[in-house]
């Protein structure tokens, strides 16, 4: 693959745009281990065409390369670690790093982020930080997994803030564990014919490039279907508008099973 493929993928995204008037939600997004910020892209400009602030956060020394303000560029530290529960320590950071970006950015932009309505997804590891997160740090009040193993369990006594798992059509005993464990609103939806990268852009790029992960879907349409129904949960969630594509299957998205996993369904 060409050294610059990504490089010159366009975008809908400016930079130095002034922002509306008025506190917004913020909406922070956490990748995939190795995985940059910018494979949220599509549902980033979703959710901010929808009046929402949104952060995307590149974890430092776990992704290939982070560069920061001043030039100075870090390289996957963690890649080379040999340690024992690898997956429980990353959560645990990685909720640290999203609670000093909270810490900097209501700080510093205090007038454009209502902080009573913040919210959080991930993919992958990141998905798998989201629930950690929001036990240690009470001001993330909704959260979205998509496709992120458990690597750390929710608690016995649980967690009780709005929480929505979306995954692919597969089985993953830690998040059968966790359902259970949620004790306010959640939701489970399984999409057939999705593989693990389809929940980020990288299966549309890579398409896009003629390389094939296994995936049983367009790049396009995965795209669509992450941006629909994580954009209707936090609208749901930070808006307090009613989202019927949250209560029942949809017929204008019959890949996405809609799941209760005490009856042992999906439909």
Known sequence: ???????????NAYTD?????????????????????SSFGALAEELASRGYVVAGIDHTYEN????????????????????????RLAVES????????????????????????IAMAGMSLGGASVGETMLTDPRVRAGANLDGTMFKPLPESGLSRPFLFFTQDADDATLNRD??????????????????PSFADYDLLTQQMGLDFGSELAG??????????VAAFFDRHLRSRPQPLLERPSTQYPEVRFCTPEQKNCH
């Not at 693959?1 to 975008?11: Q, V």
């Not at 306010?184 to 693990?196: D, E, L, S, Y």
């Open 64 to 87: 290939f390369a982070t560069t920061f303000p001043d030039g100075r560029v870090t390289t996957c530290a963690t890649c080379d670690l040999q340690v024992e529960d690898f997956g």
């Open 179 to 196: 359902w259970q464990r949620l004790t306010g609103w959640k939701r489970w939806f399984k999409v057939t014919g999705a593989v693990h």
């Open 1 to 11: 693959m060409p050294p610059d493929s990504f490089s010159k993928t366009r975008t």
């Open 17 to 37: 745009v002034r922002p509306t008037g008025g506190r917004h939600p913020l909406v922070v997004l956490s990748p995939g281990y190795t995985w940059y910020r």
């Open 94 to 117: 990685r909720a640290r790093d999203v609670s000093f970006v909270l810490d900097e950015l209501i700080g510093r932009r205090g007038t454009l982020i209502d902080p009573a309505r």
């Open 220 to 229: 396009t349409r995965s795209v669509e279907i992450v941006r629909a129904y």
